[in-house]
């Protein structure tokens, strides 16, 4: 019931009322601001160059993320005919005014999650070993509908990650808000997602910004002299908010019928 309602409230408040046409994909600013690991490497020998340590998580989110439609989080608003991420998660025709032409099958998304590396000997905190690089991979998912997509607005990138045989990038250390998507059909919930985080045995060299998703890329093979760690992120699924309105209508009404028997 709580969570219905902390739904309801972060539905009301979309914080991108733009309308009409957007460049940009919708971001954490429009969605209730980042929630994101901090990443390290600890129990380094040598912190400007360490040949061993352990990675570590500083991860606290203050809230669960929103899976939900560009209606929900920019109301009234399309991309263009030619933006890569239109397919996926433009509005269908007619929703908000969408033309036909800028129509796009409604997926539900987010990119509050992201990944940030920091690096400070003086804390403790060591620096990549050279010629390695940090890498993510995905361990686990709660559900073969959740995707992720590496985001490129200037260059209109739309990449899908963490798929295939290989569900693993090698990753900059900058900081990068990857988008979590589900098809419109997607049953309303909880989903999760892990992501391992280790040092790989090969540098990082991508022209696709901070995450590297190439051949060799999926290839790099982890190096055991540095302890991995793991990360889980979870978001609800919101369905329409007529829906939430109706449900959350039925429980008031339940509510007050069941308080009305013990009077």
């Not at 040092?199 to 055991?224: C, E, Q, R, V």
């Not at 979870?234 to 009305?260: C, F, H, N």
Request: aromatic share 12%; no cysteine.
């Amino acid at each position: 019931m709580k969570k219905l309602f902390t739904s309801l409230a972060v539905l009301s408040v979309s914080t991108s009322l733009q309308a009409g046409l957007i460049t940009m994909v919708p971001g954490p600013g429009d969605q209730g601001g980042m929630e994101m690991p901090i990443i390290s490497i600890l129990d380094a020998a040598n912190y400007s160059d360490p040949t061993s340590g352990r990675i570590n998580i500083a991860f606290n989110p203050g809230s669960t993320p929103l899976l939900t439609t560009l209606e929900q989080w920019s109301p009234g608003s399309w991309f263009a005919e030619s933006a890569s991420w239109r397919p996926d998660l433009g509005s269908p025709t007619g929703v908000g005014g969408t033309p036909s032409a800028n129509a796009g099958n409604g997926g539900l998304f987010n990119n509050q999650y992201g990944f940030m590396f920091m690096a400070n000997p003086m804390m403790s905190a060591a620096y990549v070993p050279t010629g390695k690089s940090l890498a993510i991979r995905l361990t686990s998912s709660s559900s073969a509908l959740l995707a992720s997509f590496n985001y490129g607005g200037a260059d209109n990138r739309w990449d899908q990650v963490f798929g295939g045989p290989s569900p693993q990038v090698l990753w900059s250390g900058s900081m990068w808000h990857n988008y979590f998507t589900l098809p419109a059909s997607a049953p309303a919930g909880t989903y999760s997602a892990t992501f391992e985080i280790f040092i790989a045995d090969t540098p990082f060299t991508s022209g696709t910004g901070a995450a590297d998703y190439s051949t060799t890329a999926l290839n790099a093979l982890k190096d055991n002299a540095f302890t991995p760690a793991s990360v889980t992120y979870t978001w609800t699924a919101v369905p329409e908010p007529m829906t939430l309105w109706l449900l959350a209508t039925g429980l008031l009404l339940l509510s007050r019928k069941a308080i009305r028997r013990h009077v």
